[in-house]
């Protein structure tokens, strides 16, 4: 194929693209947000609620933008999803404190709650999966996912802004970490680096099942455990060790770990 008629092919594929907003605007109205909940990850210096007001209008300005992009696909028009994604803020902002609280309570390295907000990226991650999950249930499309890729492509944690995850929400060091789509987790579960919470199956037609696992509460999975199954369920106050493969349930108050043979020579 000829270089000029490859380039007719490509122009066609680009006049004929979707208009979408860019990965910088979205990263921007997270980070502005991010800035605007929380002192310590701030960089913007506030010397007044005045000022504090006028980047929160600016980051329903940017956030505005993003959905004029794709409002063509939406269900309900922009200014309506600005104003119910606000609503939740502070729902979102209340469920973050609690995060940041489990972790700084089970972390014995943690020093502080400033500490774990500003350098921990297990609560950068639940922070940027929180606000992608209020957009994704006002049937945002491809934005939350976009929010989330940002925090998995920082961080090494990829979490489906479609999970459901409850309050007090821990993930330690949190590399590697895989939270697919239909996860369902309960409040005060920890996961160590390592861990995913997949499917057995990955085949499309089963897009709109209940295809990963189900976490109740008190829940800690170690490092390098794989869960998979929408059937899954991991009943309360149970413990899965480290590298443990699990496709069944377990009932509450269980502690399941792998034995390793090891041989020395």
């Known amino acids: 194929m000829s270089q000029k008629k490859f380039i007719s092919i490509l122009y066609k594929s680009h006049s004929s693209k979707v208009n979408l907003p860019s990965p910088p605007l979205v990263n921007e109205f997270n980070d502005s947000l991010l800035s605007i909940l929380f002192p310590a990850y701030s960089d913007l210096s506030f010397n007044s609620e ?11 300005e940017l956030l505005l933008r993003i959905l004029l992009y794709i409002e063509g696909r939406l269900k309900i028009n922009s200014e309506k999803i600005l104003a119910k994604f606000y609503d939740e803020l502070p729902n979102i902002y209340n469920a973050l404190l609690l995060d940041a609280e489990a972790i700084e309570r089970g972390d014995p390295a943690a020093a502080s709650r400033d500490e ?3 350098s921990y990226p297990g609560f ?15 049937k945002v499309p491809l934005i939350p996912r976009m929010l989330t890729e940002i925090a998995h492509s920082k961080t090494g944690i990829d979490i489906h802004p479609a999970a459901t995850i409850g309050p007090y929400f821990f993930i330690d060091h949190g590399t590697g970490i ?16 390592g861990v995913t919470l997949g499917a057995l199956s990955v ?9 990963h696992p189900t976490l109740k509460d008190n829940v800690v999975i170690y490092a390098g455990a794989t869960i998979l199954g929408g059937k899954t369920i991991v009943g309360e106050n149970s413990v899965i060790g480290g590298n443990v493969w699990l496709t069944k349930s377990v009932p509450a108050n269980s502690t399941i770990y792998h034995k390793a043979q090891l041989s020395v020579k």
């Open 50 to 60: 005045h000022d504090l007001a006028i980047e929160f209008k600016r980051n329903q």
């Open 116 to 118: 774990v907000i500003r």
């Open 203 to 211: 085949d499309k037609k089963m897009a709109t099942t209940k295809r």
């Open 124 to 138: 950068y991650a639940i922070a940027v999966y929180r606000i992608a999950h209020a957009l994704h249930n006002l």
């Open 178 to 193: 895989v939270i697919g789509e239909t996860t369902v987790i309960g409040k005060n579960v920890k996961l160590y680096q």
